[in-house]
């Protein structure tokens, strides 16, 4: 064998001995869930205005957009914040709106949606309060 045609065999054993690695992604695919829950509020109106912040947190692939409703309708007041799995929802209430509502956040993704427990937000007047005079 000469020099020419033992390089030509040594380049042809490198050429071909090349392993190749074979790698996979799995992605695994889930409908929302919810880590917490938003919590039931009680505010009084002791100034003109008062404000609420509800919030809840879900998990889910690929990653849900959270919305809220209030009484089961859309959300038509209030400030909503979404960052990354948690949504705060901001309220402002003023003395016309004393009523008890209820709210809860609507976790979806292409997979699926979830419904969070309800949290009910009472706004009421503090009675004035009277030196002596209980209430009780």
């Known amino acids: 064998m000469n020099l020419s045609q033992h390089i030509l065999s040594i380049s042809y054993y490198f050429a071909f001995s090349w392993s190749f690695n074979i790698y996979y992604l799995f992605l695994v ?15 009084y109106l002791d100034a003109s205005v008062v404000t609420v912040n509800l919030s809840c947190e879900a998990d889910g692939f690929p990653h849900p957009v959270i919305s809220w409703s209030n009484n089961n309708s859309s959300i038509k007041n209030g400030t909503l914040v979404q960052n990354g799995s948690v949504s705060t929802l901001l309220l402002v209430f003023t003395k016309e709106t004393e009523q008890l ?15 969070s427990k309800e949290a009910t937000v009472t706004i009421s007047k503090r ?5 002596g005079k209980s209430y009780m």
């Open 127 to 131: 009675f004035p309060t009277i030196p």
């Open 29 to 43: 695919l889930w409908k929302p869930v919810f880590r917490n829950h938003p919590q039931s509020m009680y505010a």
């Open 101 to 115: 509502q209820k709210y809860r956040c609507v976790a979806s993704n292409s997979i699926g949606s979830a419904l």
